[in-house]
């Protein structure tokens, strides 16, 4: 998606249309963003402008729910503090949130192992029961059995590799797996390195909750093997506490499973093909070395 940007000047001009008081800030361009390009507004703020088909749904989830999550959890995240609505100069609905001050791990990975407990304490407070008005999602939070199809199609981006069968084998194990009978929970649903943000090498924030929903909290859990340094999972599992021996498995197959994805995306990107992020198949290969250790 980084191939169509919208330009500064049409920020600015929404911004002094429906939140003046905020439209003489500081403006700067800030790289990353998939749904959403985003810029930094002042010191504290940020701006997300949708960009694909789906974005504009995905902001007005985030613009509902991270205001009422937002106080429970232990780690900075971007709250919507003000709302665009649709206008003249822009069809959509965009937002104006609180800036999570960090690099995210996709450029600066996290490396510290007390980051473990760290992000075992964020999945904690975020995974109580959620409403039954809760949103959900075709492909977080479900049982890994419906998600076949994406792991054999992630399965040909390392065809010929070591890890292939270690891959296979945790993957069965997960389906395998007794299914999740909890009520579902909280879920933020995409927990991989562009989506958290480090300082001083552990865990400082987490963002893009586009993909919040409800369901098994082994899809979050996943990011044991995702976002941690060798070695962590297992503190990790002990700070979290409540995870069963089945639902490790599961979450070990869907690390696997986000592992395969993002070396997909990694090597459209090493091959110049839109929606590619080149960055994101050395975190792949990393995340599935982990898991299949």
């Not at 963002?207 to 979050?220: S, V």
Request: net charge negative; glycine share 10%.
């Amino acid at each position: 998606m980084d191939e169509f940007r919208f330009e500064q000047e049409l920020v600015r001009a929404l911004l002094r249309q429906q939140h003046p008081d905020l439209a003489e800030l500081e403006l700067r361009d800030v790289d990353g963003g998939w749904d959403n390009q985003q810029w930094r507004l002042g010191p504290d703020l940020g701006v997300r402008l949708p960009r694909t088909e789906r974005a504009p749904g995905l902001l007005r989830l985030e613009q509902k729910w991270l205001p009422v999550l937002a106080d429970r959890l232990p780690l900075p995240i971007p709250v919507p503090v003000r709302v665009g609505e649709p206008s003249a100069l822009f069809e959509h609905t965009w937002t104006i949130t609180r800036w999570v001050e960090g690099e995210p791990a996709d450029h600066a990975p996290i490396s510290r192992h007390d980051a473990a407990e760290v992000l075992a304490g964020f999945l904690k407070a975020l995974h109580r029961d959620a409403p039954a008005e809760a949103p959900v999602n075709p492909a977080r939070g479900i049982p890994l059995a419906a998600m076949r199809d994406g792991f054999d199609q992630g399965l040909e981006f390392i065809d010929g590799d070591a890890d292939v069968e270690a891959a296979r084998e945790i993957w069965e194990k997960a389906v395998a797996a007794p299914v999740w009978h909890g009520a579902p929970v909280w879920l933020h649903g995409d927990l991989h390195p562009a989506n958290v943000i480090v300082r001083e090498g552990t865990l400082s924030g987490v963002i893009d909750f586009g993909e919040l929903c409800a369901g098994d909290p082994a899809t979050d859990l996943s990011a044991a093997w995702i976002l941690l340094p060798q070695g962590a999972a297992s503190r990790f599992f002990d700070a979290y506490e409540v995870a069963d021996e089945a639902t490790v498995a599961r979450a070990r197959g869907w690390a696997v499973l986000r592992a395969l994805h993002l070396i997909g995306i990694g090597r459209k990107g090493r091959l110049g093909l839109p929606g590619g992020k080149p960055a994101w198949e050395p975190a792949g290969r990393a995340a599935l070395e982990r898991a299949s250790a």
